[in-house]
């Protein structure tokens, strides 16, 4: 079955792919664009609301990414001042890990916008990164995921007859 919609869009090391079929929506992820997906969830279209919701801010996990950093950095210093001579350039190690989380935790920290969509429970069904969306485009995705939601499904009666239903 072809798919209505794909949106694919990067998110720190991820490549995570949205995708709307006719009765489902399909969320997986692609750990570096290595071609494996993993967390692929499969959501019925009964199974969702039309309440979506955009918020902007910073990653999660940057409070962390910030600490591994700081940590790194104490580790480097203490062990280049307690080491004798020629074993200190082993410390260096720990400043390349220094280098690394600040690097990560700056990417973290960029502002990133979604739009979230939300099953009947509550819980968030998948979510869309829309960094760099004009507000027409953010416009005609709503537009196309409420349409996509009420858009009728044809089921046989009894008689034979084809009726249309809204889900």
Same mark, same amino acid.
């Given at each position: 079955?072809?798919?209505?919609?794909?949106?694919?869009?990067?998110?720190?090391?991820?490549?995570?792919?949205?995708?709307?079929?006719?009765?489902?929506?399909?969320?997986?992820?692609?750990?570096?664009?290595?071609?494996?997906?993993? $967390?692929?969830?499969?959501?019925?279209?009964?199974?969702?609301?039309?309440?979506?919701?955009?918020?902007?801010?910073?990653?999660?996990?940057?409070?962390?990414?910030?600490?591994?950093?700081?940590?790194?950095?104490?580790?480097?210093?203490?062990?280049?001042?307690?080491?004798?001579?020629?074993?200190?350039?082993?410390?260096?190690?720990?400043?390349?890990?220094?280098?690394?989380?600040?690097?990560?935790?700056?990417?973290?920290?960029?502002?990133?916008?979604?739009?979230f969509l939300y099953r009947?429970?509550g819980d968030t069904a998948?979510?869309? $990164?829309?960094?760099?969306?004009?507000?027409?485009?953010?416009?005609?995705?709503?537009?196309?995921?409420?349409?996509?939601?009420?858009?009728?499904?044809?089921?046989?009666?009894?008689?034979?007859?084809?009726?249309?239903?809204?889900?």
């Amino acid at each position: 079955m072809d798919s209505l919609r794909k949106y694919t869009f990067r998110y720190v090391n991820w490549i995570k792919t949205v995708e709307f079929f006719s009765d489902r929506l399909e969320s997986s992820s692609d750990f570096w664009g290595l071609g494996v997906e993993k $967390k692929k969830k499969i959501i019925l279209r009964t199974d969702l609301t039309p309440n979506v919701t955009e918020s902007s801010g910073p990653s999660k996990g940057i409070k962390q990414a910030w600490l591994r950093a700081a940590l790194s950095l104490l580790l480097f210093l203490v062990l280049y001042i307690l080491l004798p001579s020629p074993w200190r350039y082993s410390s260096l190690l720990f400043f390349l890990l220094l280098l690394f989380h600040s690097y990560y935790a700056v990417l973290l920290s960029q502002k990133l916008d979604w739009v979230f969509l939300y099953r009947k429970n509550g819980d968030t069904a998948a979510a869309v $990164k829309i960094n760099g969306w004009t507000a027409e485009e953010r416009q005609e995705f709503h537009r196309f995921y409420t349409n996509w939601l009420i858009a009728p499904t044809y089921s046989l009666s009894g008689d034979g007859q084809r009726t249309t239903r809204s889900i």
